[in-house]
């Protein structure tokens, strides 16, 4: 049991002890239960068929509501960037989800990630703006600039979400890079 729950990220092997401890003391009905929610949910689960979100039927919830398709689309990442975002509650558009991000290093070129399927996307001209919300390191930088340059022959506009000093920090504890990003961004009050 410790050495099934220690392979969940961010589940050490004293966290999985914990874990395993907690269960054994569970009624057996309980982590039958549990057991089953489990396995019964990751089978349910697969990928949308549009934006590659996860999704229980062959769309997702977001790219099933019509109300959601207003030319916008938001490349992330993963699934989790998307329930990110939506956390926000104030974007009103779909998703893209690359499923990885572009890292030479480690051989993910562009065929290894979903960029084909965004540009079959593109291809009906109802989506006039691609916001890239990759993370802010190095391979999400050069996957949105890689993209980017797809999109700009197309006449799709390719916007980047800001970068820069979170609420509630100190800017003293910026890096030069965070701060530098910050100032690129900033807009009239």
Do not use: W
Request: glycine content about 8%.
């Amino acid at each position: 049991m410790v050495a099934q729950l220690s392979k969940l990220p961010s589940i050490g092997q004293k966290s999985a002890q914990r874990l395993a401890y907690h269960i054994i003391g569970m009624p057996l009905e309980d982590v039958r239960e549990l057991a089953s929610a489990l396995y019964q949910g990751r089978k349910a689960i697969r990928y949308c068929n549009v934006c590659g979100n996860y999704a229980i039927g062959e769309l997702c919830d977001i790219c099933a509501d019509p109300s959601r398709q207003n030319g916008q689309v938001c490349v992330v990442r993963d699934p989790r960037d998307v329930a990110a975002i939506e956390r926000m509650r104030d974007f009103h558009g779909t998703y893209h989800v690359l499923h990885g991000t572009l890292s030479p290093m480690e051989g993910v070129g562009p065929d290894d990630i979903r960029i084909k399927e965004l540009l079959a996307r593109l291809a009906d001209g109802k989506i006039s703006e691609v916001i890239l919300a990759t993370n802010p390191d190095i391979e999400g930088e050069a996957t949105a600039s890689y993209i980017a340059r797809l999109l700009k022959p197309m006449g799709v506009l390719a916007t980047r979400i800001a970068h820069g000093v979170p609420v509630g920090s100190d800017l003293e504890y910026a890096d030069e890079i965070t701060l530098a990003k910050a100032m690129e961004g900033r807009r009239p009050i």
